[in-house]
């Protein structure tokens, strides 16, 4: 999940709702009913039980987004990942306690150096598709640093 995030939640905006007691998952976890962490089981019938992916972004091309949970589910079961147990309760609570790789990264430029530096994105979509979307995800991250934002102006203004 971690190594594709730059592909689920793929803008600066993406990541001001993955943070603690946004009801928006913050590592990779899993539970029933649970709608703090990122793959919430959805009990029902035989017909109607399903899983919610909830990290990916209303900003995210959903046919990327598709992929990638596809990589990442195939990756896990040829490689026989043990997604750990079922999160019951709050997983903010639980979040420190998790190993580094659960974590989800912070930001935009942390997950596309993940997206970058990954085998399952080269393996799943190719050495030419990760250089040229992490090199669009890069060129975000310096157009978003680049621009004064409200807040900058608010905060310096008077004062410089």
Known sequence: ?????????????????????????????????NRT???RVIEGSDKSQRVEFRVGSADANPYLVGAANLAAGLTG?????????????N?????????EHYQLCGNLREANREFVNSEVATRMFGDTFVEHY???????????????????????????
């Open 1 to 33: 999940m971690k190594p594709l995030l730059a592909v689920t939640s793929p803008t600066i905006n993406s990541y001001t709702r993955l943070v603690k007691g946004a009801w928006a998952p913050t590592a990779a976890t899993w539970g029933v009913e």
């Open 37 to 39: 962490v990122a793959l």
């Open 77 to 89: 079961i040829s490689e026989k990942q043990d997604p750990g147990g079922a999160v019951v309760g």
């Open 91 to 99: 997983a903010y609570d639980l979040q420190d306690e998790l190993p």
């Open 134 to 160: 992490a090199a669009s995800r890069d060129w975000e991250v310096r157009e978003y640093e680049r621009a004064v934002n409200d807040w900058q102006l608010r905060r310096y203004f008077e004062i410089i």
